[in-house]
Nanobody, 128 residues
Framework: QVQLVESGGGLVQAGGSLRLSCAAS???????????VGWFRQAPGKEREFVAD????????YYADSVKGRFTASRDNARNTVYLQMNSLKPEDTAVYFC??????????????????WGQGTQVTVSS
């Protein structure tokens, strides 16, 4: 199994920045089966939506149109950690942010079913 733990959420004013972290742990075999890490978010009363994805052993990234140019995903394989740098934050970015393991190399990055292990989430609140 893989455990994912998010951190870095908080309260920030519109236009500000936050950096989220997603630390993966587990047996070496499980870590090696991470093909990518996705970031999703869920606002109150709304469905969970895709935000970004980064390949675990590649530099490929994929972003939702709503965050493209403002958010950047990166990874540090030595630390088994993925980051989401969020700049120019807007009130509509307010949500609980989750990271998750993409369970296959050819699965759609934007589809929730492509991911299996999920973190507990971290709250991001952007005030206007």
């Amino acid at each position: 199994q893989v455990q994912l733990v998010e951190s870095g959420g908080g309260l920030v004013q519109a236009g500000g920045s936050l950096r989220l972290s997603c630390a993966a742990s587990g047996r070496t075999f499980s870590i090696s089966r991470i093909y990518g890490v996705g970031w999703f978010r869920q606002a109150p009363g709304k469905e969970r939506e895709f935000v970004a994805d980064i390949g675990w052993s590649t530099s490929n990234t994929y972003y939702a149109d709503s965050v493209k140019g403002r958010f950047t995903a990166s990874r540090d394989n030595a630390r088994n950690t993925v980051y989401l740098q969020m700049n120019s934050l807007k009130p509509e970015d307010t949500a609980v942010y989750f990271c998750a393991r993409r369970k296959g190399p050819s699965l759609s990055e934007t589809t929730i079913d492509s991911y299996d292990y999920w973190g507990q989430g971290t709250q991001v609140t952007v005030s206007s």
